[in-house]
Structures are given as C-alpha cells and as structure tokens.
C-alpha cells in the first residue's frame, strides 16, 4: 500500500520562505511522478509543479521563479522549497505521486501567507 507524508507546512508572512517535503512508502514502480497541488478555499486543486524520476520538471505559471521543486529517488521523497510567497499561494497543498497509471494523494499540509 502507497502512501504519502508531508511535511513543513505553517503560517509565513508574504515574501517569506517555507519547503514542503513528502516521503512516500510502499511499493512504488521506479519510473514515476512526483510533486504538488494546491486547493485554496473554494477553489479547484491545481497543479504546483511535478518532477518525473528522469528529472523533467513542470511548474504552473504562477510560481515559475519562485518555487523550486526537487527530489530523492533512492529514498522516494519529493521537497517544495517555495520563495517570495504572496497571499494568493494560501492554501492546502497535496502531495502527489503518479506511477502506472494510478495516483496516489498525501492528506495535505497547510500553508497560509499572511502578514
């Protein structure tokens, strides 16, 4: 069974700096992706950025330049290092992970940019 922990979410004033890491376990095929989604309150989830176990990367447009996404493949973690942080990146974020076809969810961390 696969499952996803996160951790490194909290409360962060806007141009501040927080990382998110999840580490998943259970059995996991070793061509696969990793990353995050967002949901704000009343909001659709959305993609953050994803990172294949081959090192192709895909960020949403509204974090390019300030969100670095990376990650361990021997250990099956996945890190959000997320900079200059305004307002709008409050919300739930989801760790996420994606291997032959399935995907699979970590129950969310939050993160809340306010002054």
């Known amino acids: 069974q696969v499952q996803l922990v996160e951790s490194g979410g909290g409360l962060v004033q806007p141009g501040g700096s927080l990382r998110l890491s999840c580490a998943a376990s259970g059995t996991i095929f070793s061509l696969n992706v990793m990353g995050w989604f967002r949901q704000a309150p009343g909001e659709q989830r959305e993609l953050v950025a994803t990172?294949?176990?081959?090192?192709?990367?895909n960020y949403a447009e509204s974090v390019k330049g300030r969100f670095t996404i990376s990650r361990e493949n021997t250990k099956s973690t996945v890190s959000l290092q997320m900079n200059s942080l305004k307002t709008e990146d409050t919300a739930v974020y989801y760790c996420?992970?994606?291997?032959?076809?399935?995907?699979?969810w970590g129950q969310g961390t939050q993160v809340t940019v306010s002054s």
């Open positions: 990172l294949t176990s081959s090192g192709l990367t």
């Open positions: 996420y992970l994606n291997f032959r076809g399935r995907t699979y």
